[in-house]
């Protein structure tokens, strides 16, 4: 069995940061992409970035430049580090890695951002 841990979600003023973290445990032969995604209420989920077994990393638009993904092979981590947090980056993160060639989901941690 494979589970994903996270942790680092909280609140925090517009233009503060956080950094969240997720760890798989279990029987881990191979890990392919590692990546975040997010739900707001009453939106879908979308994704946020994603890093590939290559190290190859991809962003969403909206945090470019804010957002960084990277991941900790040895301890099958990946983090997200989030910077210059709005508003508008409140929901409920999730990380997803692939492994042993299935899918696998965290359950979630809320970000908040309110002043």
């Known amino acids: 069995q494979v589970q994903l841990v996270e942790s680092g979600g909280g609140s925090v003023q517009p233009g503060g940061s956080l950094r969240l973290s997720c760890a798989a445990s279990g029987t881990v032969f191979r890990v392919s992409a590692m990546g975040w995604y997010r739900q707001a209420p009453g939106k879908q989920r979308e994704l946020v970035a994603v890093i590939t077994s290559g190290g190859s990393t991809n962003y969403a638009d909206s945090v470019k430049g804010r957002f960084t993904i990277s991941r900790d092979i040895a301890e099958n981590t990946v983090l997200l580090q989030m910077t210059s947090l709005k508003p508008e980056d409140t929901a409920v993160y999730y990380c997803?890695?692939?492994?042993?060639?299935?899918?696998?989901w965290g359950q979630g941690t809320q970000v908040t951002v309110s002043s």
């Open positions: 997803t890695m692939t492994i042993n060639y299935n899918a696998y």
